[in-house]
Structures are given as structure tokens and as C-alpha cells.
């Protein structure tokens, strides 16, 4: 499989309070940095992101000069077709391969690919499998 890659994904954790998101958002928009992909939710007083940038570097100093906790953790990033059967294709892949998925999420233009990014237990062995 084509578009597999070893990247890395900023978690940032903020405090869970409306207005958060924009702030978050703005903050890479305002620095110049694209949002390739996004999975937020709240967990208790907190926000938590996790962020696919186009550039984790700048991102990562901007968020943190807001006084935001900021980590980085290596994911695996599978450009796939927008189709009917995709995911079930990666998780069956995944599965017989026997590697636990810890979370994934995606992202989608509407253009006919989809950016997943998947977090395992075994990234590297994820990687060789989805190749």
C-alpha cells in the first residue's frame, strides 16, 4: 500500500472552556500553519488535541507560549481512497497482523483521499504492514 508514513502528531492539552477551539485554531492559522489533521475532544476541565501539522515545530512553540502542555508522539499516517470498504480494508490489515490499535482518526478534503492516522502498539510494525 502506497502514502504509508512514519510522521508525528502533536497532543496538546488546554484548558476545557468555550472559546478553546478557536483560540487553538487561530493560533496555527495566525503562525502560518496548515492543519492537516485534528482530533479534539474535552476530558473533564481539559481540552485535548491531537494535531497533524504541516509544521509541528512552529506549532509547537506558539501553543506553548499560550501556556498550553504540549507533547509530540510518532504515529503512522495512510493516505487512502474515499471509498466504500477503506477502513475495513486497514483494520483487517491491522488485525491479522495482530497489532492493537490504541486511536485513529482521519481527515478528508472531499477529493477523493482520506488522511488516517493511526496510533498502535507496534507503530513500526504497523508501518511494514500497511506497506
Do not use: W
Not at 476545557?16 to 500553519?33: F, H
Not at 474535552?42 to 507533547?71: I, W
Not at 490489515?93 to 495482530?98: I, Q
Amino acid at each position: 500500500m502506497n502514502n504509508v508514513k512514519r510522521e508525528t502528531e502533536l497532543l496538546v492539552t488546554t484548558p476545557n472552556e468555550p472559546g478553546i477551539l478557536g483560540r487553538v485554531m487561530g493560533t496555527l492559522a495566525n503562525a502560518g500553519v496548515n492543519l492537516r489533521a485534528l482530533n479534539a475532544y474535552a476530558q473533564q476541565d481539559r481540552g485535548v488535541f491531537h494535531l497533524v501539522t504541516s509544521d509541528n515545530k512552529k506549532a509547537q512553540k506558539c501553543l506553548m507560549a499560550l501556556g498550553y502542555e504540549v507533547e509530540t508522539r510518532e504515529i503512522v499516517t495512510v493516505l487512502i481512497g474515499d471509498r466504500i470498504g477503506a477502513g475495513a480494508e486497514i483494520g483487517a490489515l491491522l488485525g491479522n497482523a495482530v497489532i492493537d490499535v490504541d486511536y485513529i482518526y482521519c481527515s478528508s478534503s472531499g477529493s477523493g483521499k482520506v488522511l488516517m492516522v493511526i496510533q498502535t502498539n507496534d507503530n513500526a510494525k504497523t508501518l511494514e504492514t500497511l506497506r
